[in-house]
């Protein structure tokens, strides 16, 4: 909506930062993207694991964001102490993940597929 433009993925550079070839990487997001699509258009829970942020699960029409706690104190500049998360979590901050926690325990339902 608006005057917001998509911009075409740059295979080429997600390839070198991935040290595999183009068609490689190209085949692995349409591969990841097309099944992504099949599972939410089936009703699926999804769980997308994004390295070094956290977990995004998709469960029917909702989303959640949960953020992996040092992801967050590059954000902050804060050192995420118990203490501060704790604080932090009456603020909504209830979004905070360990990497530690199975990714399918924070599904309200008992099947999710899970995206490395």
Not at 90 to 107: F, G, H, I, N, Y
Request: proline residues 4%.
């Amino acid at each position: 909506p608006g005057d917001k433009q998509l911009e075409p993925l740059k295979y080429a550079k997600v390839a070198m930062e991935a040290s595999v070839s183009r068609s490689k990487a190209e085949g692995c997001i349409l591969g990841t993207t097309s099944l992504l699509y099949h599972c939410l258009a089936k009703g699926k829970s999804v769980a997308l694991v994004l390295r070094d942020v956290g977990v995004l699960l998709i469960e029917g029409s909702s989303a959640k964001m949960r953020f992996y706690p040092d992801f967050l104190e590059k954000m902050t500049g804060e050192k995420m102490t118990g203490k501060t998360m704790q604080e932090k979590a009456t603020l909504k901050l209830d979004m905070v993940v360990s990497r530690e926690v199975p990714v399918a325990s924070l599904a309200f339902t008992s099947r999710v597929v899970i995206f490395p």
